[in-house]
């Protein structure tokens, strides 16, 4: 797993192994070109019985796929809340143990030699900028050793325009990329780099971990990565600041699902019948979701670990609080991820004016993505409260 959790993986699948000696399990890890490998491997039917699911690439892989059965998807709706929303053409192809979001990732030894305090936790997007700016340190010549923040990440633009009521797809699929609040979010990303101490070419994972950074923007699956590449780190998550404190937020930005597993439809009926064994175990095993919710840094949506002890000061735990205020836009192909990433790429990498890379990024969308199903994004809970 890129994400570092290859030590979940691995401990689950033994603990697996001890109960039925007669079964071998070997994991693949994945680099970049994982899924045209695994889109070769379920269409030959060859050297894969389970996968590691992707909501990204599923409409690839989805045809190949094996369904759960309606037993199955009756036993697992007793305690997984998050069943009917990822169905695809009324079947089941995976679990979801729970939904990450983006976070501010703060070090702890820096905060507290700066005195700080949990009052300090920015509210405002400007907060976070003028703290960065504070907690920035300079050597005698001038030479930064220490930023403040640096997050050059998309997240930031998603988040501030969600936060002005405005969704990812207008009601007939087409992205909102060149709008007025796509353009504020632009701006943003724009300011980051030019009128503060952000450097876009900075390794952030690196330098957060190196303690040369003192708050970065992440995802929660990044608590894996942390405890792979630095385990001695102390860090703490905040929620994601607001566009505008003195309003209620209409949401905080976009969330994701985390999945457990999927079959193999092309693999042979007795692999598929221990593959769904395998998936039974670990999503019936408290302490392995535990864990799993704890490496990917999940908000977890399985009823009997809602409020679990065992799940305190992780992201999701901090995270909790304003998940209902993030919006799923559902599955969505890769080529989405492109349009608004690219939005990014055009102001940090290529110098391009936020006004000109929306109008690009738009571009890019409506050739490459055309229109996605609305209907995601006004599930929302708080769908009244956004812009209609």
């Not at 907690?135 to 220490?146: E, F, P």
């Amino acid at each position: 797993d890129a994400h570092g959790a290859n030590a979940w993986w691995d401990k689950w699948a033994g603990e697996y192994m001890k109960l039925h000696p007669n079964v071998t399990i070997v994991w693949n890890t994945y680099d970049n070109s994982h899924p045209e490998k695994l889109l070769l491997a379920l269409r030959e039917g060859k050297n894969i019985d389970l996968y590691y699911p992707h909501t990204q690439h599923q409409e690839n892989d989805i045809p190949f796929t094996e369904p759960f059965t309606k037993e199955m998807v009756d036993y697992y709706s007793q305690e997984f809340t998050f069943i009917d929303e990822t169905k695809v053409g009324g079947e089941l192809y995976y679990l979801t143990p729970g939904v990450m979001t983006g976070g501010l990732c703060i070090n702890t030894e820096i905060w507290e030699e700066e005195g700080l305090t949990d009052a300090d936790i920015p509210g405002t997007w400007t907060e976070l900028m003028e703290l960065g700016e504070k907690l920035t340190v300079k050597d005698a010549s001038g030479n930064i050793t220490r930023y403040g923040f640096n997050g050059v990440n998309h997240g930031i633009w998603g988040s501030i325009r969600y936060q002005q009521g405005e969704y990812l797809f207008d009601d007939n699929g087409r992205m909102n990329i060149d709008t007025e609040a796509s353009l504020v979010g632009a701006q943003f990303l724009y300011d980051m780099i030019n009128n503060y101490t952000v450097d876009p070419t900075l390794n952030t994972s690196e330098a957060f971990t190196a303690g040369n950074l003192a708050i970065t923007y992440q995802w929660g699956w990044r608590d894996s990565w942390f405890a792979q590449n630095a385990p001695d780190l102390k860090y703490f998550w905040a929620p994601v600041p607001v566009w505008d404190d003195t309003i209620v937020t209409p949401a905080r930005g976009r969330n994701n699902v985390e999945l457990l597993l999927s079959v193999a439809k092309n693999t042979s009926d007795i692999n598929k019948e221990v593959a769904f064994d395998v998936i039974k175990y670990l999503a019936s095993n408290e302490d392995a979701m535990v864990e799993f919710c704890t490496t990917y840094g999940i908000v977890p949506m399985i009823a009997n670990l809602v409020g679990h002890p065992g799940l305190e000061g992780f992201c999701g735990d901090k995270i909790a609080p304003i998940i209902d205020r993030t919006v799923w836009p559902g599955p969505f192909p890769g080529a989405v991820a492109k349009s608004f990433k690219a939005i990014g790429e055009k102001i940090w990498n290529g110098g391009m004016s936020p006004e000109v890379a929306i109008k690009e990024a738009q571009e890019i969308a409506d050739f490459e993505v055309g229109t996605w199903d609305p209907k995601w994004e006004r599930a929302y809970a708080h769908d009244s409260d956004m812009n209609h």
